[in-house]
């Protein structure tokens, strides 16, 4: 069931041996943010709907003013403000001729408005095996899909939703991942690389564990053309820190494989040692392409979740 520690040993060990360097592989109207027909099973609805009440998503800087009635788009579009005119063309609609210039002008003319641009989040949450080693880890990666899906309301935001399993696939409601388990392929990079999603501008929010063979730069290259890339890496605890102790069988989660090891005191440094510079990889590379990174643990509260968000720039106070 440790597929984390699974990957990031048998990496170690492989280094030790070959001396190789090798990684580890809806309209929101200020008060109603709830679904229809939400699942009831998920036990912190309530919580994280107050906590998005309370706080904002960070936007990137070139979408800070884009927000519902907030608009500054460099083109003409189809909101209230009155931005310039232009000449009459057949085909304009007659319903924007300016009839006072054409009193005073003899001329037919047609008003522009200001650009109304609504900024554009996707979210893709890993819905693999290895994401419910713990009832907590499963847990904490709905309150942050969840979380994320509601302040996207907030901005009015075109929101979709994917789940990243053996396959990338739409979601029509955040709380579909409450009866989602996958068997991962070895790396969803290609699948990344491959979708549209990938090729698109807006904000990107990627939540997931990140133990699969992948290097942050190629990550990162694969969404170049995202305004705003968010990683967030959930891990238990076990995962995240784990103990010396004496010969364990460790199970990957994803394909029953398994590693007999002595968690001794060299072992355990050298994972702390991989873990460290995936985590440092990460964060480098997010902030190099102006994104954000933070690593939340299983059994971190609510409070301390929200913590890390606000330390790590991914949202801030309303």
Known sequence: MRALVLRLLRAHLSQSRTDENIIPRATFDGTDLTLQNTNLTYTNRNLIEGYARKYDILLPERHKSFLIGELSGKRAGSSIEYQDRRDYVPGDDIRHIDWRAFARTDRLSVKLYREEICPVLDIIVDTSLSMCVTSEKSLRRMDLFYLFYLLGRKINAVTSLFNLGQNLQRLLSPMD??????????????????????????????????????????????????????????????????????????????????????????????????????????????????????????????????????????????
Do not use: H
């Open 177 to 318: 991942i409450t009866s989602m388990s996958d068997i991962r392929q070895d790396t969803p990079i290609p699948l990344l690389k491959s979708s549209g999603i990938a090729r698109k501008s807006g904000i990107k929010i990627i939540i997931s564990d990140f133990m699969f063979p992948f290097s942050p730069e190629e990550l990162i290259a694969t969404f170049r053309a995202a305004d705003r890339l968010i990683l967030i890496q959930i891990l238990s605890s076990f995962e995240d820190d784990p103990e010396e102790g004496g010969f364990v069988r460790l199970v990957e989660a994803e394909n029953d494989e398994y590693l007999d090891i002595a968690l001794n005191k060299a072992t355990i440094d050298g994972y702390r040692i991989r873990l460290k510079k995936l985590k440092d990889d990460l964060d480098r590379q997010t902030r190099v392409a102006q994104g954000a990174y933070t690593c939340i643990r299983d059994l971190d509260s609510l409070d301390l979740m929200i913590e890390k968000l606000l330390r790590a720039k991914v949202i801030n106070v309303k």
